[in-house]
């Protein structure tokens, strides 16, 4: 891999980080106990957002359709994945490991 796909999946594993530990102190909660479900949102909208076509494109080229009657040529769905997208996967599955161990009892249970 190039230099620069290793600094966008480290700004994207920052980020997704940050975005865990805000959801974490706002809910007061460990860190740990949100990252996997922060992983997996995460990973869900960037796999929305780094397509074309499919059911979405189809939605609007409908909507286009009702209200002008141009009729578009249909998009088939493409999914483009790069570094972004394998950032987030990374970052679902350490987040996945470490709930299996919470929840299993590996890792303990916070103290009060």
């Known amino acids: 891999m190039k230099q620069k796909s ?4 480290a700004i994207t ?8 530990f ?11 106990e949100v990252m996997f479900f922060i992983g997996l949102a995460c990973t869900i909208i960037i796999y929305y957002f780094s397509s074309s076509g499919g ?4 939605i609007r080229s409908t909507q286009l359709r009702g209200e002008t009657g141009y009729i578009q040529k249909s998009e088939p769905f493409v999914f483009k994945r790069g ?3 394998n950032a987030s996967i990374l970052y679902l599955l350490i987040g996945l490991l470490l709930f299996i161990l ?6 303990p249970p916070a103290g009060n």
């Open 22 to 32: 805000f959801a974490a102190t706002r809910f007061s909660v460990r860190f740990i």
């Open 83 to 85: 570094p972004v997208f």
């Open 102 to 107: 919470l929840v299993s009892g590996v890792i």
């Open 6 to 9: 290793w600094l966008i999946i």
């Open 55 to 58: 059911r979405a494109s189809e």
């Open 13 to 20: 594993i920052a980020i997704e980080a940050a975005i865990t």
